[in-house]
């Protein structure tokens, strides 16, 4: 098997060929670093579950939609969070801070159904009436959806999921006048390959672009 | 109109009813630090383009497979990088540094169809023999890919796409004997909401999480 260690450059079969736990953290570290929300889900019965994902992102903001993948199904294992919000038409995306690494962590641990991951995991549900998911009380943006499409796709048994907002909790004095939420004031966390946590810094932003004029930092504004 | 400045709670009536510019810039901040890549492509003719993306999502690690959201193509404007992947078959992701931010954000103007982003911002692009898309030699993570499936999703005239990977050039020295890329010490940065670009952490490790088990980290090994 050819490695990073050994070639510059992989080919396709160079990574099929690759070990699977290899190709795993290889493939999971493309393309770059992801953002980590806890899905929160409840079964028609009420019981809850709680489960860490990274691939989630942006499809429109008017009408406000996010997809998210959602992994397969191997024989002998089973998904709560999909089984619960095709069930209930509802679920709940929030945003992980760093105090919330730990216990966001352990969601990903092979819990038993019978087994809610909010007390495996010491964090907090939160419920909004008349709706039928729990949110996350310790994250500072909590965001109610509505599921909106549901696609398996056939060419690796994953599952693509369209949910629509129907409710944002506002994380209070970092939304700036023009609505841009600052992430890092919060502690927003990324996630890199299978098992990385990282913080972010306060960045740079830039005026929006336009051809033929060189790109300018909004911050130059105030200075 | 309620925003975030009247309310810690909005409903999905409340998001409607945000000034657009308001409610873009809040959307595009959920849910939390996104990707950011460069899209390389070229034109049958071989005319290149260059684009800025952050929705971008790993699918699966066997096979290989990346998805991204495109957006929609309003009348009287023009998506290069969508038309030439699906004319040619193959584009290339390329991971954004810190070094690269200020002319991967110009990528995102405005340019006309003659006007090569690589020219315009002064990226260098380089070809792999047999492939039909640029890469960006100045990027230390560059993905060549194949359409595998495209999907115009109805709901927001936005389009999923699918790409296998078909090549990879590995980041000299930051793969680690594991098959993990340190993202953070290739400086390789995240957006937030529209125009935030933003340096990560080298972050901390976990083990495999199990259940009943304390998390733990994986640098505790070596301590």
């Known amino acids: 098997m050819t490695t990073c260690s050994d070639a510059k450059h992989l080919t396709r079969a160079d990574i099929e060929g690759l070990e699977g736990r290899y190709r795993a953290n290889l493939i999971n570290s493309l393309p770059g670093f992801k953002p980590a929300v806890l899905i929160g889900t409840a079964s028609p019965h009420g019981d809850t579950n709680l489960a860490i994902f990274s691939s989630i992102f942006h499809i429109g903001a008017n009408p406000a939609l996010l997809g998210m993948i959602v992994r397969p199904n191997p024989p002998g294992t089973e998904r709560h969070s999909l089984e619960n919000l095709l069930a209930t038409g509802v679920y709940t995306m929030n945003v992980v801070t760093e105090a919330m690494i730990e216990a966001s962590h352990h969601s990903s641990a092979r819990w038993p159904r019978s087994q809610s991951e909010f007390d495996a995991t010491g964090l907090t549900a939160l419920w909004h009436e008349g709706f039928d ?91």
């Open 133 to 223: 998911a729990p949110f996350v009380a310790e994250s500072p943006i909590r965001i109610g959806l509505s599921l909106a499409e549901h696609h398996p796709l056939t060419i690796n048994d994953t599952h693509f999921v369209i949910g629509r907002v129907e409710s944002l909790d506002c994380p209070e004095a970092v939304v700036d006048a023009e609505g841009r939420i600052d992430l890092s004031a919060i502690g927003a966390q990324v996630v890199s390959g299978l098992d990385g946590y990282h913080s972010v810094d306060a960045g740079v932003r830039f005026h929006y672009a336009k051809p033929n004029e060189a790109v300018k930092r909004l911050d130059t504004d105030t200075q």
